[in-house]
């Protein structure tokens, strides 16, 4: 459910993040490409998830501090149960960017989507 793009605002707080967290998963967890690495492989429990996955958000975008795990250990790990390929990468981009797009306008909206595209390609490069 998106928000109305004549309302759009920028990403001000941290249930801005955790809507968007939502929104997100939401699709990916049910896209034929990405959907596996969260449903089988990482098995995720969103209630679970979206807490850690808004503390790292926050942390890029507000710089608070809060999140302390190894995105990078965290996805080589995955990795080495199954690889993720260059296609997984851009559908989560995809997604990603998409998502932002349908319900924020603005500097911190645009930096999320900036940071997002910097961290897919490092993973993509480590994980190699």
Do not use: C
């Not at 490409?33 to 942390?59: K, Y």
């Not at 795990?69 to 993720?84: C, E, G, R, S």
């Amino acid at each position: 459910m998106d928000k109305n793009n004549t309302t759009l605002k920028d990403i001000t707080t941290r249930e801005d993040i955790e809507f968007l967290m939502r929104t997100f998963y939401n699709k990916a967890l049910k896209d034929s490409s990405i959907g596996t690495f969260f449903n089988e492989i990482a098995q995720i429990d969103l209630e679970i998830h979206i807490p850690h996955i808004s503390d790292f958000w926050e942390q890029q975008l507000f710089y608070t501090g809060n999140y302390k795990k190894n995105v990078l250990q965290i996805h080589q790990n995955l990795n080495l149960k199954k690889a993720m390929e260059k296609i997984h990468f851009d559908t989560w981009l995809n997604l990603f960017t998409t998502t932002v797009d349908n319900n924020f306008i603005g500097t911190r909206a645009e930096l999320m989507k900036t940071r997002a595209l910097s961290i897919a390609t490092v993973i993509q490069l480590k994980i190699r």
